[in-house]
């Protein structure tokens, strides 16, 4: 058999306010025609569909029109991933049996899609993305679980695991997963999902008694294997789309599974319009010198000791698809250290903050009530 794994489409988003409908309607295009031509038996998306639990109803119906011709090729198994709405993910899953599979409920996540073939067949366990609050009660069973990845993960995956020793046999088993596996390297653009401090999982966790052949992983946006030795194959797709300038080196892909040969191989995505970061005096960033980045989405870091006057207007006059524009100097580069702190660790900025305006270091009630304050809010 033959698999896609894909993840993180994020339909709906924007980069920096451009609007990236074309780039997402150019992927819905490029990952039809891949499934026709490559004889695909299942497309997988590891969670993060839409962008955020509402999505625009143009991505609603890019979603269900591209739905609809990948149906007329193969068979597509989706899950719901920490920027879905379950709900609304999910509420085909009740509708469409055959050939569309969408696992929303972890309550179900470990009754696998079944394929049949003369080689064995295959069994498909989609898991959608766990939030440690909400699925430690789902999945509690005599004993309460903790509040972390860890806890949720590992009695899901129990569940998984039992489920492939009830089958036996030797049916090529996948697990999908849209959680964070340590040693991953992320990039700007994956929402934060940490639980009192801490967000990833082991590698481990996949082997299930070395029953798992392939993991295929959503949630981090870089292409990427993980894992250690012991580990069975497992791979991040990562994003069909770079959203962040983090990820202007990267070479979007999605991961072509032979359960015949167990390789893999990446076929790139296409390239709506690509990322660079430039960074020159101002006469120089306006010279023949970058030219070439005309029609690039590009951040600019302007390096003048002094801020040059119509700054804006004369580089978006020169490059029309701007989307940041820095002064750097040594003036703002403290700025600038502080803006990445806050975004990789906001909650020790703001445990910095409370000791400064209050004169102490805050009790361990309070800091675990600024911790639980915060996760409501980034939920």
Not at 135 to 154: F, I, P, Q, W, Y
Not at 249 to 260: C, G, M, R
Request: hydrophobic share 40%; glycine share 8%.
């Amino acid at each position: 058999m033959r698999f896609l794994h894909t993840a993180d489409w994020h339909l709906g988003r924007e980069m920096h306010g451009a609007d990236l409908t074309p780039a997402f309607e150019q992927w819905a295009d490029h990952v039809v025609d891949l499934v026709a031509a490559e004889s695909v038996d299942a497309l997988f998306i590891s969670g993060d569909v839409f962008d955020r639990s509402v999505p625009p109803v143009t991505m609603v119906e890019l979603l269900s029109d591209t739905l609809g011709r990948l149906l007329e090729h193969t068979r597509v198994i989706m899950t719901s991933g920490n920027h879905d709405s379950p709900q609304r993910l999910g509420f085909l899953s009740g509708l469409v049996r055959d050939r569309l599979h969408i696992c929303t409920d972890s309550r179900r996540a470990h009754v696998p899609v079944v394929m049949d073939d003369d080689t064995g067949g295959a069994l498909i366990y989609p898991i959608p993305y766990l939030d440690p609050p909400t699925e430690r009660e789902k999945l509690a069973g005599d004993e309460v679980l903790e509040r972390s990845h860890m806890a949720v993960n590992t009695e899901m995956l129990a569940r998984v695991e039992a489920d492939m020793k009830r089958r036996g046999g030797n049916p090529y088993r996948v697990v999908l997963s849209h959680s964070f596996v340590i040693g991953a390297q992320p990039t700007e653009s994956e929402r934060d999902i940490s639980v009192g401090g801490a967000d990833s999982i082991p590698s481990h966790l996949f082997r299930l008694g070395g029953l798992t052949d392939y993991v295929a992983l959503g949630h981090i946006h870089g292409p990427q294997r993980v894992g250690t030795e012991g580990d069975p194959l497992m791979r991040y797709s990562g994003s069909p789309i770079a959203f962040s300038f983090s990820e202007e080196k990267h070479v979007k892909s999605s991961v072509l599974l032979d359960t015949q040969s167990g390789g893999v191989e990446l076929i790139p995505a296409p390239v709506y319009r690509p990322l660079a970061t430039l960074e020159d005096t101002l006469e120089n960033l306006l010279s023949v010198k970058y030219a070439a980045f005309g029609d690039y989405f590009v951040r600019i870091r302007v390096t003048d000791p002094d801020r040059p006057a119509d700054l804006y207007a004369k580089l978006k006059a020169r490059f029309a698809h701007m989307l940041v524009l820095e002064h750097v100097s040594e003036a703002t580069a403290v700025t600038l250290r502080e803006l990445a702190e806050i975004r990789s660790n906001p909650l020790a900025v703001m445990r910095e903050f409370f000791a400064h305006a209050g004169g102490r270091e805050l009790t361990e009630m309070e800091d675990q009530l600024v911790a639980d304050t915060w996760e409501k809010v980034r939920a």
